[in-house]
C-alpha cells in the first residue's frame, strides 16, 4: 500500500528566506506524486504534480519540487517566500500501477513571517 | 465554473441523528471522493467512486455510506452520528484520477 510521510508539522521561514517542505513516498509501483496547498476554511487547491519525465517539476504561484527516487522524497521548494505562502501543506502520492485515489501526508504548516 | 459544490457548509447534528450530505460537480469527471479533514491525521479518503452507479470502501469507512446514482452527484451519509465522526468532510472529483478539484468543506459538529 502506498504511504507518504511528512516529517515537520510546521516549517517557520522569514519572507525573502528560500523554502523547502519536506516528503517522503512509498509506493510498490513507479510515484504519482502531488502538492496542495489549503488556506484557512478552504478546500485543497492543486500546485504541482510528478508522473514522468523530468526531476523538478515546476508549479503554481512559483513552487517547484524536485523528485528523487533513490531517496524516495518529492520535497517542495522555492526560492523566496512570500508571507501569502503561509498555509497548511499536503504531499500526496498515487501508486502509478495502482488504484486512481491519492493518498495524503498528515500537512505541513508553513508559516512566514515578515 | 462552480467546480465542486459542497452542502452544506455547517451542521451540527445530535447523537444518533442522520444526515447526506451533497457532492456535485460540473465537470463531468468520472471519478469522485470523500475524505475526512482530521488535525494531525491529514485527510482520510472514506469512500469513492470511480463511475455512475460504482462505489467502493477508502480507509476509514465504517459509519459511512454513499452514493453515485448521477454521475455528477455524490453522496455520503450518516445513519446514526457519533462524537467520533466530528470532523471537515471534503469531496473532490477527478477526470483520470490524478489531478484532483476539491470542494470547500463541510464542517461538522456532533454532540
Known amino acids: 500500500a502506498q504511504s507518504v510521510a511528512q516529517p515537520e508539522d510546521q516549517v517557520n521561514v522569514a519572507e525573502g528566506n528560500p523554502l523547502t517542505v519536506k516528503c517522503t513516498y512509498s509506493?510498490?509501483?513507479?510515484?504519482?506524486l502531488f502538492w496542495y496547498v489549503q488556506y484557512p476554511n478552504r478546500g485543497l487547491q492543486f500546485l504541482l504534480k510528478y508522473i514522468t519525465g523530468d526531476n523538478l517539476v515546476k508549479g503554481s504561484y512559483g513552487f517547484e519540487a524536485e523528485f528523487n527516487k533513490s531517496q524516495t522524497s518529492f520535497h517542495l521548494k522555492k526560492p523566496s517566500a512570500l508571507v501569502s505562502d503561509s498555509a497548511l501543506y499536503f504531499c500526496?502520492?498515487?501508486?502509478?500501477?495502482?488504484?486512481?485515489?491519492?493518498?495524503f501526508g498528515t500537512g505541513t504548516r508553513l508559516l512566514v513571517s515578515p | 465554473n462552480a467546480g465542486v459544490t459542497q452542502t452544506p457548509k455547517f451542521r451540527v447534528l445530535k447523537t444518533g441523528q442522520s444526515m447526506t450530505l451533497l457532492c456535485a460537480q460540473d465537470m463531468n469527471h468520472e471519478y469522485m471522493y470523500w475524505y475526512r479533514q482530521d488535525p494531525g491525521m491529514g485527510l482520510r479518503l472514506i469512500h469513492y467512486?470511480?463511475?455512475?452507479?460504482?462505489?467502493a470502501k477508502g480507509e476509514v469507512p465504517d459509519g459511512y455510506n454513499v452514493s453515485r446514482l448521477k454521475k455528477q452527484n455524490f453522496l455520503l451519509g450518516l445513519e446514526s452520528a457519533a462524537p467520533s465522526q466530528t470532523s471537515v468532510y471534503f469531496c473532490?472529483?477527478?477526470?483520470?484520477?490524478?489531478?484532483?478539484?476539491f470542494g470547500s468543506g463541510t464542517r461538522l459538529t456532533v454532540v
Open positions: 473532490a472529483s477527478s477526470p483520470t484520477g490524478n489531478g484532483y478539484t
Open positions: 500526496a502520492v498515487r501508486d502509478g500501477a495502482g488504484f486512481q485515489k491519492l493518498v
Open positions: 467512486s470511480v463511475g455512475e452507479g460504482t462505489t
Open positions: 509506493v510498490s509501483g513507479n510515484p504519482y
